[in-house]
């Protein structure tokens, strides 16, 4: 580790106030980048159990600034028993975008009490990166993706709903027109679309935005 990134992992350890660790928080979240030295990680993943929704949002956005060298920290990382971490793991995963948060992406939009977490969530799942997996892998993954999605049209919550037709515009964007999985897509917007079956203005329309935008009408 750098001498400058141990100040800065010393800051956020030694802050005794709110204040200080926000902007010790933010310090080290500016530092932050792919290929980033463990510590620094480590010291942004802890930061999210602690009772500082600043620190948190900061710590998130250099958790999603160094990328998928935070995916595995955030992973081992997590306590099962503090919601509040598990919460803002769930953002900086949606935020990767790395396909090893699949699983906590698919449980906190099934299960999370928290609508904003749900929400978070589903964006996630339109906004995993397949790279260079192989074929029948990224179908695999897009199907979970899809499952998961298919069951958030059902959410109480008009806003996790909203997510959900934006991931399944992301999701079907890419495939060929009559891709089984673009098709399903399509057929879940049109169910966000329809008034008959979705009770919010404001959902229904970005169903439809999402369906023109795939060339549906």
Do not use: K
Request: with cysteine; proline share 6%; charged share 25%.
């Amino acid at each position: 580790m750098t001498e400058g990134l141990q100040e800065l992992v010393d800051a956020v350890e030694r802050a005794d106030t709110a204040q200080d660790l926000l902007q010790a928080t933010r310090a080290l979240s500016g530092a932050a980048a792919p290929g980033a030295d463990p510590a620094g990680i480590t010291c942004l993943v802890q930061v999210l159990g602690f009772n500082n929704p600043g620190a948190a949002v900061a710590a998130v956005d250099g958790l999603i600034a160094v990328g998928a060298d935070a995916v595995e920290p955030l992973l081992q990382g997590l306590d099962e028993h503090n919601y509040g971490a598990r919460a803002w793991a769930v953002r900086a995963l949606a935020g990767i975008g790395d396909v090893r948060g699949l699983s906590l992406l698919e449980g906190a939009l099934g299960q999370d009490i928290g609508p904003s977490v749900r929400r978070a969530a589903a964006r996630g799942l339109g906004q995993l990166r397949f790279g260079d997996l192989p074929h029948a892998e990224r179908a695999s993954v897009r199907e979970r993706c899809l499952l998961a999605l298919e069951g958030g049209r059902a959410d109480g919550e008009w806003v996790v709903r909203y997510a959900v037709a934006v991931a399944l515009e992301a999701l079907g964007a890419p495939l060929e027109r009559h891709d089984p999985h673009g098709e399903r897509a399509v057929r879940s917007l049109r169910v966000l679309g329809h008034p008959d079956q979705e009770p919010t203005p404001v959902v229904r329309l970005r169903a439809a935005l999402a369906l023109e935008r795939l060339g549906q009408p």
